[in-house]
């Protein structure tokens, strides 16, 4: 009788016994990348900037896209070399098992890799339309000239803004509106570039190029020439300034009474 017990006990020991290491591994890389695509805004930038317009955030979700796959791909091939490299090293003199074609894995690594191509490709058909489309009906449009050296926007009602002195011009946007961009040169090429508006465009002379923002935030942001332009190239700096809507229009109709005075 005490033997019976006694194998009962072991029985209900043994079936108590912890998950083993690997399955309880495997449930907590499953539950580290549940986490991490339920938290998919907090990843990474991988050295981007987030991106103060909407456009910008659509560039910098593409570029997040991007680098994820690569990490991916990175994983995967980096893993399956150093697999090849350590499980089937050389152990002796005697020449292996040799073998021609495996037509399952020729599919598999030409299939996934174009598969792949063909994502990216249309992840960023998709994310640049919606970044060039330029609205029909924007609240603001605003010409912003390139010269050797420097830059010149001009608003509705005759509103100029030029480099003053040492100190460079500011181009004021409202926030949450849409302003159309148009975007010319005088002379030769230059780059309107703003970084953390993850934008730029060239400044062509002959060519004119329309883009929108539309930013999401109140902020100052630094804007320079992105194109080798000539001897005061790195003079080429701007200022974006984003303030509400309210401030925008006061700052607007301020500077066009000031024309008009
Ligand atoms: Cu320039």
Not at 83 to 102: C, G, L, W
Not at 201 to 209: D, E, F, K, S
Request: glycine share 8%.
């Amino acid at each position: 009788m005490q033997l019976v017990e006694s194998s009962a006990e072991t029985c209900r020991s043994e079936k108590i016994k912890p998950p083993r290491f690997g399955l309880r591994k495997r449930n907590l890389v499953g539950l580290l990348l549940g986490a991490m695509a339920l938290s998919a805004c907090n990843l990474p930038t991988f050295g981007a900037y987030r991106g103060a317009t909407t456009q910008g955030q659509n560039e910098f979700h593409l570029w997040q896209g991007f680098i994820i796959t690569a990490i991916f791909v990175g994983v995967i091939t980096w893993g399956a070399l150093f697999y090849a490299v350590f499980k089937f090293r050389r152990r002796s003199d005697q020449i292996p098992e040799q073998t021609h074609s495996n037509i399952k894995w020729e599919l598999i690594y030409t299939i996934i890799p174009v598969l792949i191509v063909i994502g990216l490709f249309a992840a960023t058909y998709v994310s640049e339309n919606q970044i060039d489309s330029v609205s029909s009906h924007p609240a603001l449009r605003v010409t912003v000239v390139g010269f050797q050296w420097g830059w010149k926007f001009e608003y509705p009602g005759g509103v100029t803004i030029i480099p003053k002195g040492s100190s460079y011009p500011t181009l004021e946007l409202p926030q949450g509106k849409t302003t159309t961009i148009k975007l010319v040169s005088n002379d030769v090429v230059h780059g309107f570039y703003i970084p953390e508006f993850n934008f730029s465009r060239y400044a062509l002379p002959g060519v004119t190029n329309y883009f929108d923002f539309t930013p999401t935030k109140t902020g100052s942001f630094v804007g320079r020439c992105s194109q080798l332009c000539g001897l005061y190239h790195a003079e080429m700096l701007f200022n974006v300034k984003v303030v509400s809507s309210t401030d925008f229009s006061n700052w607007l109709s301020a500077q066009q009474q000031k024309v008009t005075a």
